[in-house]
């Protein structure tokens, strides 16, 4: 069982920063790859970006890309998405994500959410 938690959300304005953070209950982040996913009101959830577990090579989605940062710390079981530039379609709940497999299944974990709000 691994529990994830959010932290970070906020209001800002176009053009502003936040960086979400999360936290794993357990050491995973060197065992599985680990990555932000959000929604937007009325729509389906976005992958945003992973970072892998082996190499730490990272993806993000083509919206994010030059603007969104991922990053993670090992010893503390933490990620982080720095988000700069921030514009009004990135409004949604962002969440964080980890899928354990196992030799009979794989489990999907999701954080909270952390509501993120861009608007003057």
């Known amino acids: 069982q691994v529990q994830l938690v959010e932290s970070g959300g906020g209001l800002v304005q176009p053009g502003g920063s936040l960086r979400l953070s999360c936290e794993a209950s357990i050491s995973t982040l060197d065992y599985y790859a680990i990555g932000w996913v959000r929604q937007a009101p009325g729509k389906e959830r976005e992958g945003v970006s992973c970072?892998?577990?082996?190499?730490?090579?990272?993806n993000y989605a083509d919206s994010v890309k030059g603007r969104f940062t991922i990053s993670r710390d090992i010893a503390h079981n933490k990620v982080y998405l720095q988000m700069n530039n921030l514009k009004p379609e990135d409004t949604g709940t962002y969440y964080c994500h980890t899928r354990v497999i196992t030799v009979v299944a794989s489990y999907d974990y999701w954080g909270q959410g952390a509501q993120v709000t861009v608007s003057s």
């Open positions: 970072i892998s577990a082996a190499t730490g090579s990272t």
